[in-house]
């Protein structure tokens, strides 16, 4: 079965503090790996997409690293700032099917 | 450029009545998807419209509800008669591409809220 997990669940960190959250799948045959961010009450919003021959992205203060043999991917966030507070998802897409969506890390900063 | 537009942004409705949901998708974006979010659950899929056509409706719950994309451009969801567990989000998302591969991008609407009491 074509499965997402995230990890943690949620985390707290102090602003201008780096963080790392973690992404596992189960996704065959594998075909990209995206992270969104999404705040409160607000549509998703794509950070990075990975294939398979890529292992590291950067957006910014986001990079997105992805070990397809190991099935994982990271998102770590440089700098933290108050905006950051959100949810992050990870995304995987077989090819040929629908994209997979993980349960999201639940990033708060504070000042 | 517009981005993707759902209306209403939040309807709360009773058990039993309908309500429809529309979207417009980014203009030139042959992909539509409907998405659902349940609360404390991950975003669901639901279905994939290429242009007019259904291309995968394999995440629609039951006959209640009901997708359509005529002409191509905006959709609509209708959930009749709706139940207490169709409360959620509802998100629709558009993209240029959706081959095999899939990797173009994909844009959100801000999701519509169903509140069904």
């Known amino acids: 079965k074509n499965q997402v997990e995230q990890s943690p669940q949620s985390l707290i960190i102090l602003e201008g503090k780096n963080c790392t959250l973690q992404c596992n799948y189960t996704v065959s045959p594998f075909s990209n790996l995206r992270w969104y961010k999404q705040d409160t009450g607000r549509g998703p919003v794509s950070l990075t997409i990975m294939t398979f021959s890529e292992n590291t992205k950067s957006n910014g203060r986001y990079t997105a690293t992805l070990d397809a043999d190991t099935k994982q991917s990271s998102l770590h966030i440089t700098a933290s700032q108050l905006s950051d507070s959100a949810s992050y998802i990870c995304v995987v897409r077989a090819i040929g099917q629908n994209f997979v969506f993980g349960p999201g890390t639940r990033l708060s900063v504070l000042p | ?117």
């Open chain 2, 1 to 117: 450029e517009a981005g993707v537009t759902q209306f209403p942004s939040h309807s709360v409705i009773e058990k039993g009545q309908t309500v429809t949901l529309r979207c417009d998708p980014i203009s030139g974006h042959d992909n539509l998807y409907w998405y659902r979010r349940v609360m404390g659950k991950e975003i669901k899929f639901l279905l994939h419209f290429v242009k007019e056509s259904k291309q995968d409706e394999s995440g629609m719950p039951n006959n209640r509800f009901l997708a359509e994309r005529t002409g191509g451009t905006y959709s609509t969801l209708k959930v009749q008669p709706a139940e207490l567990e169709d409360s959620g989000v509802y998100f629709c998302a558009s993209s240029r591409d959706a081959g095999q591969l899939g990797t173009g991008e994909l844009f959100f609407g801000e999701g519509s809220r169903l509140t069904v009491l």
